[in-house]
């Protein structure tokens, strides 16, 4: 699984970018984290960490505004077995890290993951798999994630009813760019059913396209 900036500004009441959406996105990311706990899937997060009170990359308001409240995690997404590498933009990675933790964090100036050293070495790296995807600022760095995870062979599956589009006018055509690139849309409760049902699951999601359902 990977999230993208899971964090209070966006999903929390009181929030800098808290929307009449959030709750319901961040009810169903946590039912993903504790699928994801159950079933021992390992997990990639994001967090941005900005340097000033200025609109930030995400919203025409400050958020994420390192040291504030607002650019923490939410509850129930951190994992027992968890590591941050914090805001280093350094390849450097521990051996075997996700034999290790079940999940690592990064933490980032920029929306894109893969231009942070560590995350683009880690994802880069890993044998073809299958993410399931959830998160905020679908027009940043949900699609970079996509596109990227794309280009380096791997499946990708977005949880629709876990993502934020956070009212950006660019979030559409984000969403069309994904699907282009063969990006499977399910909502959570699809995503269990699937898991439930079979060791191989994105085989199943591969072959049914379907229209997502818009979240905010």
Request: aromatic residues 2%; proline residues 10%.
């Given at each position: 699984m990977l999230d993208i900036e899971l964090q209070r500004d966006f999903f929390s009441p009181g929030g800098a970018c808290f929307s009449e959406h959030s709750l319901a996105a961040g009810k169903n990311v946590r039912r993903l984290f504790r699928w994801a706990r159950r079933r021992g899937i390992p997990v990639l997060s994001t967090m941005l960490r900005l340097k000033s009170g200025r609109p930030g990359p995400l919203a025409d308001?400050?958020?994420?505004?390192e040291g504030t409240p607002g650019e923490k995690r939410?509850?129930?997404?951190?994992?027992?077995?968890?590591?941050d590498l914090g805001i280093r933009n350094s390849t450097d990675?521990?051996?075997?890290?996700f034999e290790n933790y079940q999940q690592v964090l990064f933490e980032?100036?920029?929306?894109d993951v893969f231009a942070h050293a560590?995350?683009?070495?880690?994802?880069?790296e890993l044998h073809p798999e299958t993410f399931v995807i959830c998160g905020a600022g679908t027009a940043h760095g949900i699609v970079q994630a996509v596109l990227g995870l794309r280009h380096r062979q791997h499946n990708v599956v977005l949880a629709t009813d876990a993502i934020l589009d956070l009212d950006d006018g660019d979030a559409e055509m984000a969403w069309l760019r994904m699907l282009a690139k063969r990006a499977v849309p399910l909502t959570t409760d699809e995503i269990l059913a699937a898991s439930r049902r079979s060791r191989?699951?994105?085989?199943?999601?591969?072959?049914?396209?379907?229209d997502r359902a818009m979240t905010g």
């Open positions: 308001v400050p958020h994420c505004v939410i509850s129930g997404a951190l994992l027992a077995r968890h590591i990675l521990l051996p075997e890290i980032k100036r920029h929306t560590g995350a683009e070495r880690l994802l880069t191989s699951p994105h085989r199943q999601w591969r072959a049914r396209p379907r």
